[in-house]
């Protein structure tokens, strides 16, 4: 199952055991079943602390990984290869001792949890966001023995997926009930099963000391702000919904100048271990409610704590845009997705639309038609937006169909899920029914930045309007990336502009500094 490389590189993890590991393997004549259990044979084989038996589960395929001593339990149903299988080994080092890398506090309050917690996280292999979530379930299952976690690929258990109308991933089961969609961490998780944990910490966050430099938002510009920042020796803070932004969703980046080729999550990892290089006081799961001047800024955030800094660098980022037509909210995740590369697989052998005919349209399109049945993209504008080569691309495949000047109306259901959409032809103006499974939408971004309406100057595309050296309309109030009004909304431009606005913040606190030293000065006199 597993080539010589692999191998080598997996026996050098495993070395890192401390304690028994047992795999409980469920298995049948099936191809994808023998897959399974060859993989477990070439993992048992690799250390003398990881043992195999065979035994009928309530899934097949599927593979255990227990601790005997603690009784702890992690699930993989379906083959945990591609994307997932860092998981997998994740999952080996985690139950077999190697230490978990999370804060002490963190791991306490897993362990103290009180009752039981089965979770079931639906996924597909090439979803770029199902991994976190994977492995953040995971660890917890790790450290305490009342948390289960099983992984199911999607598309091997296309039963269940139907019977509880799964149509975007991951999408998490706890105790049988539906428990979250999309991305969420470990202190998301711990935040919805523990009350009184985002009180607790919002307590922490208030007693924090004024900084020099707070960074709102974990992206490719908030992490360059905040590196920079620090560089200088000035107190940095930064204040993240999640960390990495919509980088975390992207799947190939290969115009990242110096890295021929990448992925979002593992970009976004080695942003966060960079940052966590510095003395930079991550604050994640926060979001920001409203900026104040008073001498000090003072950010509220939806927690309800609040936080005083000298200078703010706004890098809030921008979210997928949506139709904002009947029925797109109300089949979102049942139908209505945003990621191709995650939901695709969902939808294998049924028709789909892509609403957008830009880079991003032409191209969830054609990693679709690879999947599903049919794909039709609808495109409001007379002509493409595409680059030339994806356009002949698409074109030149059997199963893609392009509709211009259509602008989509509404979208349909049966009250479950969705069964279709209406879109008008703009130039004849009359209507149209098409019957399909899913809606891809990819029609550009919105900025983050409706807690700023009334705050700093913004386009009338809600970006924040930015100088040269990245301030807004507010003096010691700075902004970077796709959240201002940048020409190109591109990684390395965000970064670039992060760094910017950062020395702007710096050059600000030492011209600032100076400005209250000399009235000081002359007020003594």
């Known amino acids: 199952m597993l080539d010589t490389n692999i191998k080598n590189q997996l026996n050098t993890y495993l070395q890192n055991l401390k304690r028994p590991v047992e795999l409980v393997v469920s298995a049948d004549a099936s191809p994808k079943s023998q897959e399974l259990l060859s993989l477990a044979t070439d993992v048992a084989g690799l250390s003398d602390l990881v043992s195999l038996t065979e035994k009928t589960g309530s899934r097949t395929p599927s593979m255990s990984i227990i601790n005997p001593q603690l009784n702890t339990n992690i699930t993989f149903a379906g083959l945990p290869m591609g994307h997932e299988f860092t998981s997998l ?35 597909s292999l090439s979803c770029q966001t199902c991994p976190e979530v994977v492995q953040a379930l995971n660890m917890m299952a790790a450290i305490n023995p009342n948390i289960t976690n099983v992984m199911i690929d999607g598309a091997l258990f296309q039963d269940e997926i139907n019977e509880r109308n799964i149509m975007s991933v991951p999408t998490v089961y706890m105790n049988g009930e539906p428990f979250s969609v999309g991305a969420i961490s470990v202190v998301e998780i711990l935040n919805k099963l523990d009350v009184n944990a985002v009180a607790r910490k919002a307590e922490q966050i208030n007693n924090k000391e004024a900084f020099d430099v707070l960074v709102v938002g974990g992206g490719p510009a908030g992490a360059s702000a905040a590196i920079y920042a620090a560089r200088k020796g000035l107190r940095t803070g930064i204040v993240a919904d999640k960390f990495g932004g919509q980088v975390a969703e992207t799947v190939g980046i290969e115009n990242f100048i110096s890295v021929s080729k990448t992925e979002g999550p593992k970009l976004v990892a080695n942003l966060e271990a960079h940052v966590k290089d510095y003395d930079v006081d991550i604050m994640d799961n926060q979001r920001a409610l409203s900026l104040k001047d008073g001498g000090l800024f003072e950010l509220e955030l939806e927690s309800g ?12 980022g921008a979210r997928w845009r949506e139709m904002n037509v009947p029925g797109e909210q109300e089949y979102r995740g049942s139908g209505v997705a945003y990621c191709p590369h995650c939901d695709g697989p969902l939808f294998k052998g049924k028709r789909v639309a892509v609403i957008g005919g830009g880079n991003s349209g032409i191209e969830a399109a054609i990693d679709l038609a690879n999947i599903v049945e049919h794909v039709t993209v609808l495109e409001f504008d007379t002509t493409l937006r595409a680059d030339e080569v994806l356009q002949r691309k698409a074109h030149s495949m059997g199963n893609i169909d392009i509709i211009t000047q259509a602008m989509t109306t509404e979208v349909i259901g049966d009250g479950k899920r969705v069964t279709g959409l209406k879109y008008t032809d703009r130039k004849t103006n009359q209507s149209h029914d098409v019957e399909l499974a899913g809606i891809f939408v990819q029609i550009g971004l919105v900025p983050n930045t409706e807690w700023l309406t009334d705050t700093v100057e913004l386009t009338g595309r809600g970006e924040i309007i930015v100088d040269g050296k990245g301030q807004t309309s507010i003096p010691g109030v700075f902004a970077a990336g796709d959240v201002t009004n940048s020409a190109y909304k591109q990684i390395i431009i965000a970064m670039g502009s992060g760094a910017t606005a950062s020395l702007g913040a710096f050059d600000y606190l030492i011209r600032h500094s100076e400005d209250e030293q000399t009235k000081a000065t002359e007020i003594a006199a």
């Open 89 to 123: 080994v994740l999952a080996l080092l985690h139950s077999g001792g190697h230490p978990i890398k999370l804060a002490d506090e963190i791991i306490e309050q897993v362990k103290s949890l009180p009752g039981e917690f089965h979770f079931e996280t639906y996924v």
């Open 305 to 316: 704590a609040k936080l005083s800094s000298k200078t703010v660098l706004l890098a809030t």
